[in-house]
């Protein structure tokens, strides 16, 4: 396996479910709130980016939460209908990024299939009036998509998204739907590039906003 694409198996430590503010270095950002979506089909290290870039943010003064639509997606229990239990998943989601802007975050980073939850909207409505709202996609080709995910042992042998078959009828689907996403204001392709380098590139997106 190339050694790039093992920086996007597991993600570095770091706590996910709390906003902390480290001794700042310096505040590259503007003065104002932001909004970081990023998405992209399996395996293109939307969590792994995600964290990276919370890591880099933390590190200039800000405070960051971090937001995973899996992890309200996959805290649910009971038969539902998979467009309900991804619609259900949204909105649960759109409701925590509301409410650690409302707790005082200076910056929010949601990330996960938003294409699959229909919940561009409610998202981009969590975000304050006079915040900054930025639409990340992240892409990777199918064959290292699968690799990625068979390194990942944070997903578990059984895990679905390791089923090749799947994770091919999932980035099929992905294509079919890329057209329609909203505007996308930076779009990465992750195949040949480190986890590091891609959060920078982020990060730099934000400090010249």
């Known amino acids: ?3 790039r694409d093992s920086q996007f198996g ?18 590259y950002l503007p003065s104002v709130r932001h909004l970081v979506a990023i998405t992209g089909p399996i395996g293109s290290g939307k ?9 880099r943010l933390w ?10 639509l899996d992890d309200a997606a996959f805290a649910q229990r009971g038969h ?19 409410s650690w802007f409302e707790a005082g975050t200076d910056v929010v980073v949601g990330h996960g299939p938003f294409f699959e939850s229909c919940s561009y909207e409610s998202l981009f409505a969590a975000a304050p ?4 709202v930025h639409h990340f996609l992240l892409r990777t080709p199918f064959n290292i998509a699968l690799k990625r995910v068979i390194a990942d042992s944070d997903r578990g042998p059984q895990a679905i998204t390791r089923n090749p078959q799947f994770l091919r009828d999932t980035h099929d ?3 079919r739907v890329a ?10 392709d992750t195949s040949e590039m480190a986890a590091a380098t891609v959060a920078e590139r982020l990060f730099e997106h934000l400090a010249s906003a």
């Open 10 to 27: 597991v993600a570095p430590a770091l706590n996910t479910r709390h906003s902390v503010r480290l001794r700042p270095e310096r505040r």
């Open 80 to 98: 539902l209908d998979l467009a309900e239990f991804w619609r259900r998943a949204g909105v649960a989601h759109s409701g925590l990024v509301r």
């Open 1 to 3: 396996m190339d050694a």
């Open 129 to 132: 009036a006079d915040s900054l």
């Open 47 to 55: 969590s792994t980016v995600a964290e990276l870039l919370a890591q």
């Open 59 to 68: 590190a200039t003064g800000v405070t960051v939460a971090l937001a995973d």
């Open 173 to 175: 689907n992905f294509s």
């Open 179 to 188: 057209t329609t996403l909203p505007h996308v204001d930076l779009e990465v």
